[in-house]
């Protein structure tokens, strides 16, 4: 089958972090892009230069948050791609009977679907002139996480990696026939990202040997937290709740979403979240609380605030109480 070409390009605005969060270091899908088809403008919005742009569908790869959305995604490879005890894909430039534009379209939730009790052959090109080579990395960060993910969950596979350059020009179709047109139009209206596929694939799975995972994490948040709230709003993955009720507030977090970007460590003004990376048993961890602290009224601006101590003042108003005393005794120094 042909996945070379991923048709039609959008990008999900309120899933992209540049788009939430001014100062973060994201150009995931800008780096791996081999013809600089993907820009940033001001004020970090993200641009597709469609005439440019040859659909090779790896920034939807490189993506985490799921914020490029194509034609030929992983779901529609999976349900498309030719069946056998022997999985053959490759590259474009490869002899397979499954293409994709580059090795690193392979996607940790592609790979595991395909290694899951089977037999796969990953055939590549020569890549050591190949445009694409720079982006191979992906490829092997992807096709280790999954592996990781395989000896987690004792699941047994036969992977092959070999060089099998096809001598041939092949040339990818970009259009799809009529079948696989009315498939995406009825069954794909909702588009799970690859974080929601892997979690479907691995539902069943049990963890036998617990291993790192790269693209998952821990987190803690201590006391200085004051509930401000802009950690869930950055967070594309949805994987930080903030809750308050009359009583308390609280701050839930569900480890299997997350994707170790630390964008909320980052943009916490209190630094009262720490992340660390996870292993593989996060991905069957429920959501928790990992924080809860007691709604107050501050006693000298009458405001709410949430605080895990029997404080009676808010943070501004004990700060602007210290910056008092401090000029107060200054003076009297004088």
Known sequence: MDFVLSSKIDVNKSRCIRHNFSKTHCRYCEDICPVDAVRFGFPNRIEIAH?????????????????????????????NIEQAEKIEVGCIFSFAKNRVAC?????DDL????????SVVIKRGICKNCKFKSTLPYFYKNLKNTVSLLL???????????????????????????????NISRKFKHKKTKRELLLEK??????????????IAKLEISNECNLCGIC??????????????????????????????????????????KIYKGSASLFK???????????????SCGKTFYTTSNEKICNICRHREDEKNRLINFLKNI
């Open 51 to 79: 005439d440019i742009c040859i659909k090779c569908g790896l920034c939807y790869a490189a993506c985490p948050f799921g914020s490029i959305d194509i034609s030929k995604d992983d779901e529609f490879i999976l349900s």
């Open 103 to 107: 090795l690193s379209r392979l996607t």
């Open 111 to 118: 790979l595991f679907a395909l290694l899951k009790d089977k």
């Open 152 to 182: 987690s969950f004792g699941v047994e596979f036969r992977l092959t990696i070999k060089t099998y350059p096809d001598k041939s020009t092949f040339i990818p179709k970009e259009s799809m026939d009529r079948r696989s047109l009315f």
């Open 202 to 215: 691995i539902k069943h799975e049990d963890i036998k040997h617990d291993r790192k995972f790269n693209d």
């Open 232 to 273: 869930e709003h950055i967070c594309p993955m949805d994987a930080i709740l903030v809750e308050k009720n009359d009583l308390k507030g609280l701050i839930k977090f569900n480890p299997a979403l997350c994707v170790g970007c630390r964008e909320c460590e980052h943009a916490c003004l209190p630094q009262a979240i």
């Open 285 to 299: 961890t429920k959501p928790y609380v990992a924080f809860e602290a007691a709604k107050v009224v501050c006693e």
